[in-house]
């Protein structure tokens, strides 16, 4: 069974970078688009990239000037940087692994998410 | 962007009530088109996918159909663990997209 795990600090200070890993278990990293999905609290979800098993990303260009994804293949996990974090980077943070298998793609695996929070 | 806009934003239905949301999409995305629950302080679910496939396990009651840019879910009898929100996700193109969410609640 597939498994994602999100980690990192929780608090972040504003103008700092938020740094998280999403550890996959179960399943190769190859074939597949790894994603990085975020929640503001009570609001909807925002994409906010992916990455494929080769290194190729593909960013929210509403985001892009700050978020680099990046993968490593050797621990099975990808990662997110976020930097210049605003309270408004305050969100639930889920990574998830999207699949198309000849089929328009979809998130069928995801994390339980991590809240992080900027605050001072 | 494309823009994806689910309607009504909430509801309030009854065990057993057939529930019906719907999704538009701002320009075609032919079946790219998902479905996901959350409930509370978990994460989104695969629900369908493809406009119209049941993803592994879910009920049958769950189901979904697609008519040119627009697209719904319906669950034919609303069972207590059906109490939700739920959204829908194209990706047809990048960036990927989601509707605002439809929250289900007792009535």
């Known amino acids: 069974q597939v498994q994602l795990q999100e980690s990192g600090p929780g608090l972040v200070k504003p103008s700092e970078t938020l740094s998280l890993a999403c550890t996959v278990s179960?399943?190769?990293?190859?074939?597949?688009?790894w994603s990085w999905i975020r929640q503001s609290p009570g609001k909807g979800l925002e994409w906010i990239g992916f990455i494929n098993y080769s290194g190729g990303t593909t960013y929210n260009p509403s985001l892009k000037s700050r978020v680099t994804i990046s993968i490593d293949t050797s621990k099975n996990q990808f990662s997110l940087k976020m930097t210049s974090v605003t309270a408004a980077d305050t969100a639930v943070y889920y990574c998830a692994r999207e699949w198309g298998g000849g089929s328009p793609s979809r998130l069928d695996y995801w994390g339980q998410g991590i809240l992080v929070t900027v605050t001072a | 962007d494309i823009q994806m806009t689910q309607s009504p934003s909430s509801l309030s239905a009854s065990v057993g009530d057939r529930v019906t949301i719907t999704c538009r999409a701002s320009q075609s995305i032919s079946t790219y088109l998902n479905w996901y629950q959350q409930k509370p302080g978990k994460a989104p679910k695969l629900l369908i996918y493809?406009?119209?496939t049941l993803q592994t396990v879910v009920p049958s009651r769950f189901s979904g159909s697609r008519s040119g840019t627009d697209f719904t879910l319906t669950i034919s009898s609303l069972q207590p663990e059906d109490f939700a929100t739920y959204y829908c996700q194209q990706t047809y193109s990048t960036p990927r997209t989601f509707g605002q969410g439809t929250k289900v609640d007792i009535k």
């Open positions: 179960g399943g190769p990293l190859s074939s597949y688009y």
């Open positions: 493809d406009a119209s």
